[in-house]
């Protein structure tokens, strides 16, 4: 069974920074790419960005290129978001995603960032 | 980048009745549209992907169509657990891209 738990959410300080984790189990972590999908308060969803398999290819969404980051540990089986210079814009509950193709096939529970001081 | 525009906002509809959404995209992606639900308080769940395939496991009550920029969702013979928002989203190109959200409410 495909399982992704995130962590790392909660309450931080506008212009701090967090970092957001993924654990995943039940597949092959290692040979898919992985995401990561953003909701906020009764809002929408928004592709934050995406890593391939060995982490050569990382892409983002344009408006959050310079803030955010990506990465993955397949030794750990665990995805990463580091999130900076953060504004309460980026609170939200924050989905990382199994892809299939382009398709976000399997989500987290999701964790919850709220920017607040 | 390619826009999503998905449409009605809402709906509110009888149980047994036939659901329609409507996403249209800004540039021709194919059939590269996918769809999803996101039911209270709960992750999205895929429901049909890339080539208007259903996912395994989900009814066949939920179906899709279209090609190129106009894509519709459906629901035939809508029951109360399918109250939600329902979400499409492009994956021709990146960034990948949803549509605003269609809540259903029944009656």
């Known amino acids: 069974e495909v399982k992704l738990v995130e962590s790392g959410g909660g309450l931080v300080q506008p212009g701090r920074s967090l970092k957001l984790s993924c654990a995943a189990s039940?597949?092959?972590?290692?040979?898919?790419?992985m995401g990561w999908v953003r909701q906020a308060p009764g809002k929408g969803l928004e592709w934050i960005g995406e890593?391939?398999?060995?982490?050569?290819?990382?892409n983002y969404t344009p408006s959050l290129k310079d803030k955010f980051t990506i990465s993955r540990d397949n030794a750990q089986n665990t995805l990463y978001l580091q999130m900076s210079k953060l504004g309460s814009e980026d609170t939200a509950i924050y989905y990382c995603?199994?892809?299939?193709?382009?398709?976000?096939?399997?989500w987290g529970q999701g964790t919850l960032v709220t920017v607040s001081s | 980048e390619t826009t999503v525009t998905q449409s009605p906002a809402s709906l509110s509809m009888a149980v047994g009745e036939k659901v329609s959404i409507s996403c249209k995209t800004s540039?021709?992606?194919?059939?590269?549209m996918n769809w999803y639900q996101q039911k209270s308080g709960e992750a999205p769940k895929l429901l049909i992907s890339?080539?208007?395939t259903l996912r395994p496991g989900v009814p066949s009550r939920f179906s899709s169509s279209g090609y190129g920029t106009d894509f519709v969702f459906t629901i035939n013979n809508v029951l109360l657990g399918d109250e939600g928002i329902y979400y499409c989203?492009?994956?021709?190109?990146?960034?990948?891209?949803f549509g605003a959200g269609t809540k259903l409410e029944l009656k």
């Open positions: 989203q492009q994956s021709d190109n990146v960034p990948l891209t």
């Open positions: 995603a199994k892809y299939y193709g382009y398709t976000f096939a399997y």
């Open positions: 890339e080539g208007n």
């Open positions: 540039t021709d992606i194919d059939d590269d």
């Open positions: 890593i391939n398999q060995d982490s050569s290819t990382i």
């Open positions: 039940g597949f092959s972590f290692n040979d898919y790419w």
